[in-house]
């Protein structure tokens, strides 16, 4: 059974439980749009590509689609760019640039840790900008 009691059990994925808790879905929104629509040194495509593959990756069907679908069509390519993603796009063309985001995405999704100066060099290697540095102290 599920544990929250969710307003319109017909709404998929984190859509249901921003209908039931629209105070907690404003800010989670205005990330997504900063993360995912607002200028950047990315296409919007691409950022729904590495969206979709770190939603592969946490298992979340609902994200890995819908973010996978929105790279498709930002991208013109076929839906089965969705099923490629499962694969490391083995099928789509992607550039090294994009690979190398990717690369450090899979290290990111399994901690922060995981991303060691060799990913971020590559990365800078392939084109990628560094946007603006920051430190998190705990």
């Not at 059990?9 to 209908?19: A, E, Q, V, Y």
């Not at 995912?36 to 919007?44: A, F, M």
């Not at 901690?111 to 430190?135: D, L, N, Q, Y």
Request: glycine fraction near 6%.
């Amino acid at each position: 059974m599920a544990h929250i009691q969710l307003n319109d059990k017909n709404l998929p994925g984190i859509i249901g439980l921003m209908h039931y808790s629209p105070e907690t879905a404003k800010p989670l929104n205005e990330l997504a749009e900063v993360l995912l629509v607002n200028d950047n040194s990315l296409t919007r495509g691409e950022r729904e590509l590495i969206a979709s593959s770190v939603s592969y990756w946490n298992d979340c069907h609902f994200c890995h689609t819908s973010h996978g679908a929105a790279a498709a069509a930002l991208l013109n390519q076929p839906v089965s760019l969705i099923a490629d993603i499962k694969n490391g796009l083995q099928q789509t063309a992607v550039s090294d640039k994009m690979r190398a985001l990717l690369a450090i995405a899979r290290q990111v999704q399994k901690g922060g840790k995981h991303v060691t100066s060799e990913h971020i060099e590559k990365a800078k290697a392939e084109g990628a900008i560094p946007i603006k540095k920051f430190m998190i102290r705990f």
